[in-house]
């Protein structure tokens, strides 16, 4: 494909535009491939695009039964932090930061990454003495962090109220590396790269049956048809238990609906992450000026990708009490996604008892943080059978006890 740049736009300008080809292709799908990816969400495309990049496998399809991107990586709220307080999680969460930093030159698309910083705020007593710990466990890890003073945090965000009679402001833990992305770009920039690569993109492709022989994956029944593989990723995040249940074996996850909104455009105002999760919220502004806030998940499970005005008014009359002037903006518009969610907190990145199928799934309520990390992961243990950066993330993990408690750290939808 034709490379992006400003020479490429300048180029095209004076040609009336009408040189663009389109981003990727839409092949009908093939008969075999050497690796099926069922989901064309992030983590799904990052897979693919790691296998290609990375170990040289490009005969990839990777199926979507919508659209690209149109699952949780289209509906999330874009904030990047790595300051999680277990190992396993922060090594995979900093190697996804990090690939961000370069994630537009490598795969020659603007992801609009804005390292505008995060800070987690500490309205409580336990969760200074949380934040702290995680700060000193941050910093054994090489993740920088820091703890902040309430001083520090007003100067960072002039708008927010430090005297809140519920909720006062103690402190926040800061990482000024932390930031956003833009959600759809991620996905396009990465569809674009897999489909350079000769990989098949297929949308509409719903799997309705996974085939196995001698307790091995050998391809997928889809409404296109069969295609066979030789391994096989089950990247689908809430409805990773549907997909496991069709190749014979169980997730230890729950699915549940996470809601965000977004406020009418205003002034720019703030221009750091906020979250707080004793009131579970959190705030930023995106670059067209609304006010994107989102808080936690719904209290029982369920597949909804649509808001709730209960769960809207919690969170807001929450925040309002932070940020005051939150409660002059009118609501523009808002949204669910199907998140997944396991008793620790922490995500799935495994084989299964199926061989060769693998799955990612898990990442709850922070999975878009995690996409390149993911799918560096994940390309590793599909390609090779191991990945040191997800050989804590198995799924045999709550059989044994061998829990990543992130409770704390993924206490808010984030």
Request: net charge neutral.
């Amino acid at each position: 494909m034709k490379r992006y740049s400003a020479f490429a736009v300048v180029r095209e300008a004076l040609r009336f535009h009408t040189g663009w080809e389109r981003a990727w292709r839409s092949p009908e799908p093939k008969r075999r491939y050497d690796a099926i990816i069922i989901g064309a969400g992030g983590h799904g495309l990052a897979t693919a695009y790691y296998l290609g990049k990375n170990y040289g496998i490009t005969n990839v399809a990777i199926l979507e039964k919508g659209w690209l991107g149109g699952g949780n990586t289209g509906r999330n709220t874009t904030i990047i932090r790595s300051n999680y307080l277990q190992d396993p999680s922060a090594a995979i969460y900093e190697k996804a930061r990090s690939l961000y930093e370069t994630m537009s030159q490598d795969v020659n698309y603007n992801i609009m990454f804005s390292p505008r910083g995060v800070i987690m705020l500490a309205q409580t007593e336990h969760e200074v003495r949380g934040y702290k710990r995680t700060a000193h466990a941050n910093a054994l890890q090489g993740v920088a962090t820091e703890w902040i003073e309430p001083a520090r945090v007003k100067e960072l965000v002039p708008i927010i109220n430090l005297q809140g009679p519920r909720y006062p402001v103690l402190g926040g833990l800061w990482q000024a590396r932390g930031g956003t992305a833009r959600h759809d770009a991620v996905a396009w920039g990465y569809a674009r790269a897999c489909s350079d690569m000769g990989m098949d993109i297929i949308q509409k492709c719903e799997v309705t049956g996974v085939r196995t022989e001698a307790g091995c994956v050998v391809g997928v029944d889809t409404n296109k048809g069969a295609i066979d593989c030789d391994k096989l990723g089950m990247v689908v995040a809430g409805h990773s238990s549907v997909l496991s249940n069709m190749a014979g074996f169980r997730l230890p996850m729950e699915s549940v609906a996470l809601q965000a909104l977004v406020s009418e455009p205003i002034k720019p105002c703030m221009d750091v992450v906020v979250m707080a999760n004793t009131v579970h919220g959190y705030l930023s502004q995106s670059d067209k000026g609304e006010m994107v806030i989102g808080g936690g998940t719904d209290a029982f499970n369920n597949y909804t990708q649509r808001g709730s005005f209960h769960h809207v008014e919690e969170t807001v009359r929450a925040l309002n009490e932070t940020f005051p002037m939150l409660s002059r903006l009118k609501m523009l518009r808002q949204w669910g996604g199907i998140v997944d969610v396991t008793g620790d907190r922490s995500p799935i990145i495994s084989s299964t008892p199926v061989g060769g199928c693998f799955v990612n799934c898990g990442w709850g309520t922070g999975g878009f943080k995690a996409i390149p990390g993911s799918g560096w992961a994940m390309a590793e243990l599909m390609a090779t059978g191991h990945s040191k950066l997800a050989e804590e993330f198995t799924m045999t993990r709550f059989r044994e006890g061998k829990f990543i408690d992130e409770s704390v750290a993924a206490g808010v939808a984030h």
